[in-house]
């Protein structure tokens, strides 16, 4: 019997397991993207997976077959949030349609998603540059009823949409209709069936840094919805810590 004791003392002892996070970056882009990401959810207790994947050697479809499963098979049993950056998004989403939602997944974060496509992609999606830069991926992400963004249905698991509305380029973004963050329309990252959608004065370049984009993606993993009323000042006072300190 005394084993038995020793073993229900070593489990009740154990501590819960921290809820895991895939962080999936964007076109053109590499894990290293989301470093800051990482670090801010892991002081905020997340336990995060932050793979790696060659955006633009292969379609969206292949990406998201090699990537998606090995990243949820490196988190430990419990929720699994996902938070994603631009084509990111688009991979989640068609893994999700091919496969089912995942049992245990909890909120997904999509920063800058191309939901709807991009403009830009429409007008320089057939040169070859353009190909040479972004591969067979980029090529998937127009606006027309054959991308496939629009071929993908609504979403039916708890999203929040987080978009930019600054840009680094004023070329692509004569390209893209109202409000865009260089690369992708805020109309564009709204899909149907999302569960809160947040505009912030931020780029599509570096938006995942961002101390308020940061305390809005631990604001919905935490309770499913965004707070529109954090400033600026009030992002960087919590990503420091200092809030907490205030109200303590």
């Given at each position: 019997?005394?084993?038995?004791?020793?073993?229900?003392?070593?489990?009740?002892?154990?501590?819960?397991?921290?809820?895991?996070?895939?962080?999936?970056?964007?076109?053109?882009?590499?894990?290293?993207?989301?470093?800051?990401?990482?670090?801010?959810?892991?002081?905020?207790?997340?336990?995060?997976?932050?793979?790696g994947y060659p955006s633009t050697s292969?379609?969206?479809?292949?990406?998201?077959?090699?990537?998606?499963?090995?990243?949820?098979?490196?988190?430990?049993?419990?929720?699994?949030?996902?938070?994603?950056?631009?084509m990111g998004g688009i991979l989640l989403?068609?893994?999700?349609?091919r496969h089912g939602v995942p049992d245990?997944?909890?909120?997904?974060?999509?920063?800058?998603?191309?939901?709807?496509?991009?403009?830009?992609?429409?007008?320089?999606?057939?040169?070859?540059?353009?190909?040479?830069?972004?591969?067979?991926?980029?090529?998937?992400?127009?606006?027309?009823?054959?991308?496939?963004?629009?071929?993908?249905?609504?979403?039916?698991?708890?999203?929040?949409?987080?978009?930019?509305?600054?840009?680094?380029?004023?070329?692509?973004?004569?390209?893209?209709?109202?409000?865009?963050?260089?690369?992708?329309?805020?109309?564009?990252?709204?899909?149907?069936?999302?569960?809160?959608?947040?505009?912030?004065?931020?780029?599509?370049?570096?938006?995942?840094?961002?101390?308020?984009?940061?305390?809005?993606?631990?604001?919905?993993?935490?309770?499913?919805?965004?707070?529109?009323?954090?400033?600026?000042?009030?992002?960087?006072?919590?990503?420091?810590?200092?809030?907490?300190?205030?109200?303590?």
């Amino acid at each position: 019997m005394r084993w038995v004791t020793l073993l229900l003392m070593f489990c009740l002892a154990r501590p819960a397991l921290a809820d895991c996070v895939i962080l999936l970056h964007g076109l053109a882009r590499s894990e290293a993207s989301l470093i800051v990401m990482e670090s801010a959810l892991e002081a905020e207790g997340f336990a995060v997976v932050r793979p790696g994947y060659p955006s633009t050697s292969a379609s969206v479809e292949a990406l998201a077959e090699a990537v998606l499963p090995h990243a949820l098979e490196r988190c430990d049993a419990g929720p699994v949030h996902v938070v994603t950056h631009s084509m990111g998004g688009i991979l989640l989403r068609y893994w999700i349609d091919r496969h089912g939602v995942p049992d245990r997944l909890g909120h997904v974060v999509m920063m800058g998603p191309p939901n709807q496509g991009s403009e830009v992609v429409d007008t320089l999606g057939d040169l070859a540059a353009f190909g040479w830069l972004n591969g067979p991926a980029g090529a998937q992400l127009g606006t027309g009823a054959q991308g496939l963004p629009r071929r993908l249905p609504p979403v039916t698991y708890p999203v929040g949409v987080s978009a930019g509305s600054q840009s680094l380029n004023p070329y692509f973004s004569s390209l893209l209709p109202g409000p865009d963050d260089g690369k992708v329309s805020v109309a564009s990252t709204r899909v149907a069936g999302m569960t809160a959608h947040l505009t912030l004065p931020v780029t599509h370049t570096f938006m995942m840094n961002n101390p308020r984009v940061l305390v809005q993606v631990v604001e919905f993993l935490r309770t499913g919805r965004f707070d529109a009323d954090l400033s600026w000042a009030e992002a960087v006072l919590e990503q420091f810590g200092a809030d907490d300190d205030a109200r303590n």
